[in-house]
Every structure is written in C-alpha cells, then in structure tokens.
C-alpha cells in the first residue's frame, strides 16, 4: 500500500471505526472560502477536549482549502483518536488521524422557497451530557432514526430526547418563533450544536429552551437548519406515520430569519413568496 | 492499492467510520475452535436486525478461523453498512463491509485467583432501548468511562445508567449473589449483553433484575466476566475516587460460579482459595 492511499482510508484498527473515537466537522466552501470557520474550529475543539484528543493545528485543518475548486464544495473532516491503548483504554500519548475529503455541494433552492415536509421519529435520543452537543463518530441514532422513513416528500425527521424533549432533526437544528420571539432547543443533554445555530445565537436575541413537541401547537414559524443547507422554513409537520399534524404558509416572519441565516452563509436573502 | 491491502483497511468513507455504522464480536478461540460461537453468531444476528444490516453468511464468518494458531487467540470481526447513502440515510441495498483480525490472547489467572479491585465510574450510560444489548460501534461511552482512572490496580469500572441503575463493567458484565441468589442487570435500556452471560443464564438460574449500586452493599459474592476474560471475583469496590466502599472475602460462593463460567470458557474450574 502507498504512502498516499495509507492517506485516504483508515487501518484496521483505528479507533475511529473501532468505537467511533473521533469527531467529524463538514463545512459548506466557496471558491476555496470556508464559510463559519471559526465556529467549526470551536466546536472541533470543543469535542477535542470533551474526548481528551490532542486539537489538531488550525492551520493544518486548513490545508485542504487550498485544493477546492471554484464555487461551492464541501470540506468533510475527520479526526480519530488514532490507533493504539488497550481496549477501551486510550493510548497514552494518542496520536490522532486526521483525514478529508472536498466533494461538489448543491444546496436545495426549492427547499428555501416553498419550505419543506418534516415528521416526528419515533427513536429518542438518549441522554449522554458528556457527549452533547460535539460532532462526535458515534452517531447510529442518527442513522436510525434517518431511516424511519424513504419517502423523497420528508425532507427530515425531528428528534426529542428519552424524557421527550424537542432536540434537533437528523442532520438539522431546530429553530421556531412563538409569539413574536425566538427559540432553539437547549442542546446540553444530547444534540449536535451545529455551527449556523451558534452564528445565529450570536447575531439574534434567541432563547435556548427545554421545550416539547406540543409547543409547536403554538408556533408561528418552524424552521430546521444547518450550515450547508441553510435554513429550511416547515410547511408541515406530520407524525411518525406520516399523517399531517400541523401546516404553516410562508411569511415575512419566516423570510426574516432565511435572510439573517442565508446572509452568514452566503446564498440569496430575498427568498419573496 | 492492492486487493490484498484494500481488504484490510477501511475506505475513507466507510459508515463504520463515518457513524459508528456497524457492529463487531471479539471471540476467544482456542487451538482453531471458537469459543461461545452461537451466542456470538446470535448477538451479531441481533445487532444485524436491530440496525437493519444483512447478517453475513456464518460460514464466510468462520473462514478466519481456519488461520488460527495453536493455543489461544482472539478473533475481532468489524461488519459494517458499507459505503454510500446520502448522509445519514443508509444505502439501499446496503453493501456490508466485513474486516477481522486475529491476534494472540492471554488471560489473567492472578485475577482468577485473588480477585479484583473494581471503581464506580462517573459517567451514565445513556438509555437507548433501540441499541440496548447489541454490540455496535458506537463505544465512545465505553472509551470516556475507561479513561476515567489510569493505575493497573483498578481491574474496572462500573457503569449505572442516566437514571441510576447499575448496567455493566466498561467491557464486562455484572453478576452478583444476594440472598443465595444469582443476579444481574436487566439489559433493555443500554450495555452489551455478553456471550458469557448468555451462556450462564442459559444454565443457571440467574435473574435478570433492575439494582441500584445500593443493592452491592447487601451481596456476598460479586463478579465481572466476559468471553475473554472468564470470571473475576471482585474483592474490593471503590467510588468514583478510588476510595474504598466496600470489601469481599473470597470464599466457596465465588468459587462456583466462577467454575460454571470457566467450563464454558476451558478455563480451569478449580481455583481454590
């Protein structure tokens, strides 16, 4: 095996693939431009101190910018905690892995527009504060619940956690207004802190909230989002099997926080219905 | 890369990685002959159905052990989802990658004999009904657990899960006597349901109860056993800081138990005090 394709996949027995020892980080790039680096970097960062892995040199992390191409792309990272210890045992010193990969992105314009068919899944999220909030490896309850349903209609599932509280969606925060004023869910018992929720945190007056799925009788907006999709406005909300539960029609309230996201991001702010 | 390499490894993408998107069995095989190879297969069937992963034909699963030296060894077989899919939503059909390893294995007869001194970790075992029982590769609970002491007297940890209740060991079960009874914890919230402990609630009456780490304080006998290790008596539980709760004399009751598990294992049954 050459040094280069050693480079591009994982041995063996890289704790990665073992236990799901490492964390991951994907980030939306234009024209070689990372957008939200800094909150990437924090919340690897974050999770590097949460497993006890050495944080890899920002710089380095940075290295694969230099290859993206024109327009947008996306940067997967990954960090492992390497190979090596005795079981469960981390190695002493570790010495991580780090590997990427660029692919092509295209983000969903009909999505922005017309707004999206989202369900309630029917796994919860266990809760784990030691691993809240950090893009860890270990993410089978995102897989599960991804697989609740296969029809293209859904474009996510919302996730609350073992004692029923609102998280996330599969791969998206979540984000509502409720009379007049801003929400998120708390994300301190399980959940991941995407990188668009902490630059949304940081420009608007949004409350973190311990909320359940009936709250949502009384939203006036529901929005799902991340930092490469953008924000997704709900139109829809239906059960775990599918059947319709709520409707919302598009408005300035929605449109308004689509252009503060969309702004951070760099896609278009005026999305008019 | 060559064909030869390529088995060996993992792709970059690989959901294994990526996830945690898999499962594995680490099987004691002693003179080329698996030990405990239908409670492992069983286990691996489980995980199969509850992650919704095609179970690898158990002939193409034995084929390593064809390779096993004389004596004991260890087999490590990784099957996960393969590649592809869009995110977390699994491909379909899924490609199952299946890796393993083989590798030398030695037991502890002194922690047969003497017994060991075992810790309550800090950290709870989140509850998650959907991944109770199966061994997956979502460990990173394990690895934060086990790092939580670092000197060779402590044998283990023991694991409760977030609303209290005692689950496991980081890589071992749990098996006390209370009353003349033989218990140990029920397994639908979350832990590993270990191969030995199958075998032993297949030949003994053990019962599978719901215990607070209050219940230990009343038993006259505690063990911690895998299909690796056998059984280890415990002779001293210590709290989260190392500071000594409680201590156990061996004695015949920790002898028959330990005998029962150590058939099953070919480990010597007779390890008098």
Redo the contacts between chains.
Sequence with gaps: ??AE?AE???????????????L?ETVLVRDGRPLLWEEHLARLARGCRG??IPRPDPARLARPLAEAPEGLSVLKL?L??GSGGR????P?PPEPRL?W?LAPFMPSPPRWRQGVRVRHCR??????P??AGIK????????????EW?DADTAEGLLCD?EGRLVEA??MNLFWQRNGLLETPRLDR?GVAGTLRAALLERLPIREVDAFPEALERVEALWLGNSLQGLWPVVRLDDARGRALQRWTLGQDHRRLQAEAHDVLGYPTRLDD
Tied chains: 1, 2.
């Design positions: 095996m050459t394709a591009d996949g994982w041995p063996f027995e890289d704790r990665g693939v073992a236990y799901g020892d490492g991951f497993l006890g990954m492992t905690r079981g469960y045992a981390p002493d590997r990969r796994l919860r999220l266990g809760i784990q030691a691993l860890h490896l270990n993410r089978l309850e995102n897989v599960l619940a991804r697989a296969a073992s599969t791969c399980c």
